[in-house]
Structure formats: C-alpha cells, structure tokens
C-alpha cells in the first residue's frame, strides 16, 4: 500500500492498472484476503503489482514473501490453492507425508526444481 501511495496511486487507479476491482484490491492490501497465486483468474497478477509499482529487487522479493505468507496469516487458503487440493487428493496426501517425515525447505526446493521441469 505504502509504495502504491507514494506512486500517488490511488486504490481505483492501481486497481485499474491491475484489471482487478478496488474491492478485490483494497482486501489484499488491508489482509482481508489471501493473495492469489497465478490462477486462471489472477494470471501473473503478482508480477503486475511489480512492474506497476517499478519494485527494485529487495522490495519486488519482500513482496513475493509477503504474497506467499498471506495465505497463512488468519487460517487463510488461497481459493485456487484449496481448489486444487480438492480435487487433487494425493496432494494433500504428499503434503501430509512431507509434515510426518519433516521435509526440509531444501527437499521442497528441489520438488519444485523437478516440477517446473516438466513444464
């Protein structure tokens, strides 16, 4: 929010710069909503916010962490990340094998080196 502003951006403008509605916005910004990972809905709405914000490295990173940490901030899920695992039950599966067994942040790092290889 406080970049948004010094950008003289108001909710509506940025929300328009985004093709996302001010309320949409104004709930990610104030930590009513979970922030959407890449969906069909939302596609690289996290890159947008960057770009529009001109984000140098350090802030366009602290962002990402922030994006991805809101989803656990107040038992929030991310829509698309429940609908997934909905409908994908060896996910949650994986993800209850991976809690038992510890996984580290290196072995989560790795699977996900492994999966952007398939793309």
């Known amino acids: 929010m406080l970049?948004?502003?010094e950008k003289g951006l108001?909710?509506?403008?940025f929300a328009s710069l985004l093709g996302i509605s001010p309320a949409f916005l104004c709930d990610l910004e104030s930590g009513n909503r979970?922030?959407?990972a890449n969906s069909k809905k939302y596609p690289d709405l996290l890159?947008?916010?960057i770009e529009k914000l001109e984000l140098n490295a350090n802030?366009?990173?602290l962002m990402s962490k922030l994006a991805d940490e809101s989803m656990l901030s107040k038992d929030?899920?991310?829509?698309?990340v429940k609908e997934y695992l909905q409908s994908v039950p060896v996910a949650q599966q994986a993800l209850r094998k991976a809690q038992e067994n510890n996984v580290t942040d290196e072995q989560w790092n790795e699977f996900i080196k492994m999966?952007?290889?398939k793309k």
């Not at 108001?10 to 403008?13: D, E, F, K, L, W």
Request: no cysteine; proline share 4%; charged share 45%.
């Open 3 to 5: 970049k948004r502003k």
């Open 47 to 49: 890159k947008k916010i």
């Open 115 to 117: 999966i952007e290889r």
């Open 76 to 80: 929030k899920i991310a829509l698309e």
């Open 10 to 13: 108001t909710i509506r403008g």
């Open 59 to 61: 802030d366009a990173s």
């Open 34 to 36: 979970a922030f959407p």
